[in-house]
């Protein structure tokens, strides 16, 4: 099995329901209110070990109880937590969540993971070995994480990048890219799929939500459906794939039913509340009926 390295972020998540969002000015009666770990990295992390990777997580907490907890609950499913620095006088990152109707709403202090430098990228990378797969996102600086997708090609890792949130400074380290998987969003704000071709990505995979996913390359697309479901709450759903793809893909599983198995941990995941409470362990979706 080869090892899947995370780089990114790491937040706790401040979730409460809501009837609807509510308008400026506007104070609104909600419930079930939680405290989560999140941050995509982190829920990425999770959701690779969970679901039978072998994770690395490299990332920037702060020196409070927030990144302890954080650290802590990565290290409860597996992930190693050894290049996850500690950051003095900066809070840990923190989402506050309102769900409306299974929808999330999300608002970002990043904290800590402003702090992401490249010599936490490269420390990370001194324990990858040629094959490994790289795995990354954008809630940390832009130039940090082009740096990381541009070293961890040099060292022949095969790397994947989910671009979320949307931002096309990222673009000009596209060539970097093996894999991109966007959501729909996603991949209008970064140009469509013509556009990243063009920069030298090989292989997109879209999340179409409740229609399941594309994988599209120079060759062609194909859309694959995904298992019906009533969803709960999607927050750490597209993380949820993009865990189980890279952890599938590190035993050496076909890109096609990697993405099958990622999907199917993404939809159980939405049956759930929370972030990466929410996200199954690779038995629950090798059983799931």
């Known amino acids: 099995m080869k090892k899947v390295i995370i780089v990114g972020s790491l937040n706790t998540d401040l979730v409460i ?22 941050g995509k990295g982190a829920n990425q992390a999770c959701a690779c070990a969970k679901l039978g990777g072998d994770a690395y997580m490299c990332g920037c907490v702060g020196n409070d109880t927030f990144g302890g907890e954080l650290i802590d609950n990565l290290k409860n499913v597996g992930v190693n937590t050894d290049f996850i620095r500690k950051v ?13 109707n299974g929808e999330n709403r999300i608002i970002i202090d990043s904290g800590a993971n402003g702090h992401l430098s490249k010599s936490d990228i490269d420390s990370v990378l001194e324990i990858a070995t040629q ?31 989910n671009p979320a949130p949307a931002n096309t400074d990222i673009l000009k380290y ?12 996603e991949i209008e704000i970064l140009g469509g799929k013509e556009a990243l071709f063009a920069k030298g990505i090989k292989t997109i995979i879209t999340t179409l939500g409740s229609r399941g996913f594309e994988i599209a390359t120079q060759g062609g697309a194909k859309v694959y459906p995904c298992i019906k479901i009533t969803p709960v709450d999607t927050t750490a759903a597209g993380d949820t794939a993009c865990g189980g793809l890279c ?12 993405m099958e198995f990622g999907s199917m941990a993404a939809s ?8 990466q409470k929410s996200i199954p362990t690779k038995a629950e979706v090798d059983n799931y009926k």
């Open 17 to 38: 329901n809501a009837p609807y969002a509510p308008v400026g000015g506007e104070t609104l009666m909600g419930s079930g209110f939680m405290i989560n770990s999140g």
């Open 88 to 100: 003095d006088n900066t809070p840990s990152g923190v989402a506050v969540i309102v769900v409306t």
């Open 131 to 161: 094959g490994d797969i790289y795995l990354t996102q954008l809630e940390n600086p832009i130039d940090a994480i082009g740096y990381g997708l541009m070293k961890a090609k040099e060292k022949g890792l095969f790397t994947v990048l």
């Open 174 to 185: 596209a060539s970097y890219v093996d894999i991109i998987t966007p959501n729909e969003t």
């Open 247 to 258: 952890a599938m893909l590190s035993q050496g599983v076909e890109l096609t039913k990697a």
């Open 268 to 275: 159980i995941a939405c049956t759930r509340a929370g972030a």
